[in-house]
């Protein structure tokens, strides 16, 4: 059997060895894939461990872990004035990442609320130097001014600002509605000259189709003109071909009956072969012609 004196050094060797496991869990610590870790000793910044698995000396040493991830950061609506003196509710978003985790835990003591002040303070004078017209239709160019002072302002902090997007800009209920009726005006403005636009344009294209149909009709009687010009010609031809040669059969004749005129002047009889073309010439037939034996 322990005497009391066994029992007392188990029960201190229980102690050692539970401060021990407590202090081994509080030295081991991990980091995670998206974090990196700041090991300080004793208050004092000593090394940036990666993520994994990582040991510090028990009591005297401690760890941050600092998200690398890109993060949000949104700004609340706040009332604006325009350099025409129209008061506009404007609202945005900041986008950005560490990229140095030392600088961005001592350098600044609340990002968040100092990305916002400055975004505020700098949407200000963004807007304020610009009409209302303008800041609505220049919602491109302050994302890109206001991304740019941010981003020189964090530079110091570690910090990345990589987009800012500005949410709404909203002017008075009154200067929306005028604004509407506006939109509505040039819409139909535009509206009703497309249909003038249509008209004429339908105008002209009517005109031309006109001028092309009596382009085509003139061309058309031109052609029939010719050709039927061209039919009476030939007809013309023919006529004459056939008439020529009608009258110089008709004048041959003729010029035989003048012969025998003048030949036969002064006979009573005549001896014509039969057969012979003057027998028709004279309208004689076989009856009245006395044939001739050789």
Sequence with gaps: MQGPA?????????????????????????????????????GRYRATVGSGLTFLVPVIEDLIKVDMRERVISVEPQK??????????????????????????????????AATTLAQTNLRNLIGDKSLDETLTARDL??????????????TWGVKVTRV?????????????????????????????????????????????VRQSEIL?????????VLRATADAKAIELVSNAAEQFFKDRAEVSKKLDV???????????????????VNVLGLDDRTVVPVKK
């Design 142 to 155: 302050i994302n890109a001014n206001l991304r740019a002072v941010l981003d020189e302002a964090t530079n």
């Design 217 to 225: 009709r003139a061309e058309g009687d031109a052609q029939a003109k």
């Design 80 to 113: 604006v004035i325009t350099k025409d003196n129209v008061s506009v509710t404007v609202d945005a978003v900041i986008y950005y990442r560490i990229i140095d985790p030392v600088k961005s835990t001592f350098e600044v003591q609340n990002f968040g609320f």
């Design 6 to 42: 066994g029992t007392l050094g188990l029960l201190l060797l229980l102690v050692v060895l539970l401060i021990a496991l407590i202090s081994l869990a509080r030295a081991a610590r991990v980091v995670a894939q998206y974090e990196k870790g700041l090991v300080l000793r004793l």
């Design 165 to 209: 997007e500005v949410q709404k800009i909203d002017p008075p209920a009154d200067i929306t509605e005028a604004m509407s009726r506006q939109m509505k005006a040039e819409r139909d403005k535009r509206a009703n000259i497309l249909e003038a636009e249509g008209v004429k344009q339908a105008a002209i294209l009517q005109s031309e189709g």
């Design 260 to 278: 025998l005129n003048t030949v036969l002047a002064g006979q009573t009889k005549f001896i014509v072969p039969a057969g012979s073309d003057l």
